[in-house]
């Protein structure tokens, strides 16, 4: 544990009884926050495509704190331990690396990794020469840190708060797709889906994206058989195309 530097007013009596249980309940407070953040919890979870919500195996998953790693399952599912407060960091080829907050013990955690689409420059031919068109910079993704975490209630409007309730709002929206998460990702809908409209894989998942833009509001269902209903019927339209 470091050491905490406390600032103490000259005029400030140490002896007086009040103060001496101000102080020790400061102690105590402070103890208890940083044994708290020691805390060693397991995180479960699984990672799936921000746009099918199919699951993407061997992602690799790092703790910055701990220094400890492992790695998606083929089912897309993992299980890290590590400790409160920690900050797990997601990274896959093809995808954006995502950094997820652990602000409490949390299990059954949904990451939902974003494609890293790479824009060509356009090439436009003027004669014999080339000239490169190009394109001003996109604005970075900014993360939450460790410190978002622990935003005092009088910084309700600051940059860090909002960041801190936005991740918040986002945990919220997995919560309740979640039903719909398992079933896109269950292999034996998966495979009746595939043999029923005779259908490959890449259209599978391209029928599941258009699925998932303009029905948005079936991720939401807590139905299983009701997301299966509008899933097969979705994808019967959609084959005879």
């Given at each position: 544990m470091k050491g905490i530097l406390i600032s103490i007013p000259a005029h400030f009596n140490a002896r007086h009884p009040i103060a001496r249980i101000a102080i020790c309940f400061f102690l105590l407070m402070v103890t208890g926050q940083w044994l708290y953040a020691q805390k060693t919890v397991t995180i479960t979870g699984m990672v799936v495509d921000s746009t099918s919500l199919v699951a993407i195996p061997s992602v690799h998953i790092s703790s910055t704190r701990t220094n400890k790693g492992t790695v998606v399952d083929a089912k897309g599912n993992f299980r890290i331990t590590t400790v409160v407060f920690d900050t797990l960091v997601f990274t896959s080829i093809g995808y954006k690396t995502?950094?997820?907050?652990?602000?409490?013990?949390?299990?059954?955690?949904?990451?939902?990794?974003?494609?890293n689409v790479i824009i060509l420059p356009e090439l436009t031919t003027q004669s014999t020469r080339l000239q490169?068109?190009?394109?001003?910079?996109?604005?970075?993704?900014?993360?939450?840190?460790?410190?978002?975490?622990?935003?005092?209630?009088?910084?309700?409007f600051s940059k860090k708060e909002?960041?801190?309730?936005?991740?918040?709002k986002v945990r919220e929206e997995?919560?309740?797709?979640?039903?719909?998460?398992?079933?896109?990702?269950?292999?034996?809908?998966?495979?009746?889906?595939?043999?029923?409209?005779?259908?490959?894989?890449e259209e599978y998942h391209k029928i599941l994206v258009k699925f998932n833009t303009v029905n948005r509001q079936a991720q939401y269902l807590s139905s299983e058989s009701e997301i299966i209903?509008?899933?097969?019927?979705?994808f019967r339209i959609e084959s005879r195309r």
């Amino acid at each position: 544990m470091k050491g905490i530097l406390i600032s103490i007013p000259a005029h400030f009596n140490a002896r007086h009884p009040i103060a001496r249980i101000a102080i020790c309940f400061f102690l105590l407070m402070v103890t208890g926050q940083w044994l708290y953040a020691q805390k060693t919890v397991t995180i479960t979870g699984m990672v799936v495509d921000s746009t099918s919500l199919v699951a993407i195996p061997s992602v690799h998953i790092s703790s910055t704190r701990t220094n400890k790693g492992t790695v998606v399952d083929a089912k897309g599912n993992f299980r890290i331990t590590t400790v409160v407060f920690d900050t797990l960091v997601f990274t896959s080829i093809g995808y954006k690396t995502l950094q997820y907050l652990l602000l409490v013990d949390e299990e059954d955690i949904l990451i939902r990794l974003t494609e890293n689409v790479i824009i060509l420059p356009e090439l436009t031919t003027q004669s014999t020469r080339l000239q490169e068109k190009v394109y001003a910079e996109r604005a970075k993704v900014v993360t939450p840190s460790l410190a978002e975490g622990i935003g005092s209630p009088f910084t309700y409007f600051s940059k860090k708060e909002k960041e801190k309730r936005t991740l918040i709002k986002v945990r919220e929206e997995n919560v309740r797709i979640r039903t719909y998460v398992e079933v896109v990702n269950d292999p034996e809908f998966k495979q009746g889906i595939l043999a029923d409209f005779s259908i490959s894989e890449e259209e599978y998942h391209k029928i599941l994206v258009k699925f998932n833009t303009v029905n948005r509001q079936a991720q939401y269902l807590s139905s299983e058989s009701e997301i299966i209903e509008q899933l097969t019927a979705f994808f019967r339209i959609e084959s005879r195309r």
